[in-house]
T-cell receptor, first 113, second 113 residues
Framework: GQQLNQSPQSMFIQEGEDVSMNCTSS?????WLWYKQDPGEGPVLLIA?????ELTSNGRLTAQFGITRKDSFLNISASIPSDVGIYFC?????????????FGKGTKLSVKP | EAQVTQNPRYLITVTGKKLTVTCSQN?????MSWYRQDPGLGLRQIYY???????DKGDVPEGYKVSRKEKRNFPLILESPSPNQTSLYFC????????????FGPGTRLTVL
């Protein structure tokens, strides 16, 4: 089946550093979603991307929809301790059943104060 | 308060003993979905429902059943649980199917001995 590959799997950074992570697929996606899961909680939507090449920001977060429609990137600027968590990319399967949503395996972010 | 609730939050059971995990939302959402989260595997969709009496399989439906008799409730049923169903389970709902923003419940941690 279709898969979303996230990289890196985990990151250990110092507070104040910028963070970059990405999500790739061998298949085309029409929408890219980025969710964050705080420890012990359910995921929460951060950013949704609907168009190839789109660049969208949400505070210190910026995400881009790759022009090939097979990848997406999430950047976090000036990280702070509350950025700790697992970041997931997700998307509805193109050409698949409406309602079927797949997630990447996540990038786990740790921030050292 | 708008929310998705799951019960129980924690459950330890034995192989073969039928169990139900309840999920309820108070946002009048049409779409609901169940996921399981396992270390290194991210979130995988089990079943989803587009509306009352409309359910469909996700990526890992084996060993699970669901029903959607009312709009607000979407229980997950394990008729004969096995140890490989030990996992963290999340219910989610959204106004419409993906890519609409999904709101996740707090999770149910299930251990099958």
């Amino acid at each position: 089946g279709q898969q979303l590959n996230q990289s890196p799997q985990s990151m250990f950074i110092q507070e104040g550093e910028d963070v970059s992570m990405n999500c790739t697929s061998s298949s085309i996606f029409n929408t890219w979603l980025w969710y964050k899961q705080d420890p012990g909680e359910g995921p929460v939507l951060l950013i949704a991307l609907y168009k190839a090449g789109e660049l969208t920001s949400n505070g210190r977060l910026t995400a881009q929809f790759g022009i090939t429609r097979k990848d997406s990137f999430l950047n976090i600027s000036a990280s702070i301790p509350s950025d700790v968590g697992i970041y997931f990319c997700a998307g509805p399967i193109y050409g698949g059943s409406q309602g079927n949503l797949i997630f990447g395996k996540g990038t786990k972010l740790s921030v050292k104060p | 308060e708008a929310q998705v609730t799951q019960n129980p939050r924690y459950l330890i059971t034995v192989t073969g003993k039928k169990l139900t995990v309840t999920c309820s939302q108070n946002m009048n959402h049409e779409y609901m979905s169940w996921y399981r989260q396992d270390p290194g595997l991210g979130l995988r969709q089990i079943y989803y429902s587009m509306n009352v009496e409309v359910t469909d399989k996700g990526d890992v439906p084996e060993g699970y059943k669901v029903s959607r008799k009312e709009k607000r409730n979407f229980p997950l049923i394990l008729e004969s649980p096995s140890p490989n169903q030990t996992s963290l389970y999340f219910c989610a709902s959204s106004l419409s199917p993906p890519p609409s923003e999904q709101f996740f419940g707090p999770g149910t941690r299930l251990t099958v001995l």
